[in-house]
Nanobody, 120 residues
Framework: VQLQASGGGLVQAGGSLRLSCAASGGTFSNYALGWFRQAPGKEREFVAATSWSATDYADSVKGRFTIVRDTAKKTVYLQMIGLKPEDTAVYYC????????????????WGQGTQVTVSS
């Protein structure tokens, strides 16, 4: 399985972006898909994840970010609104099995990351 993340960019505080993660190979529908982010000097942190049975969000993004999967297109999206400077990071998509996990070790496949920069 290969994951290709895209959609990052530079946006002003309060703006919005939609990240995409396209999967190729493998069976997409039975997996959990997650988004993580990593700011310079910080550990990779959980943002959002979804499976066929559940969706989960980090408290810091609840109400602002929405994760959506399109099984037919084998793509997962992260819609982000109300962006804040503290959302600045490289965003990674990941694919794993079972329920959504909030820790990186719960995922097997990773995309290459896409940079999101929010200016104040």
């Amino acid at each position: 399985v290969q994951l290709q993340a895209s959609g990052g960019g530079l946006v002003q505080a309060g703006g919005s972006l939609r990240l995409s993660c396209a999967a190729s190979g493998g069976t997409f529908s039975n997996y959990a898909l997650g988004w993580f982010r990593q700011a310079p000097g910080k550990e990779r942190e959980f943002v959002a994840a979804t499976s066929w049975s559940a969706t989960d969000y980090a408290d810091s993004v609840k109400g602002r970010f929405t994760i959506v999967r399109d099984t037919a297109k084998k793509t997962v999206y992260l819609q982000m609104i109300g962006l804040k400077p503290e959302d600045t990071a490289v965003y990674y998509c990941a694919l794993g099995s079972g329920r959504p996990r909030t820790f990186p070790g719960g995922y097997v496949y990773w995309g290459q990351g896409t940079q999101v920069t929010v200016s104040s």
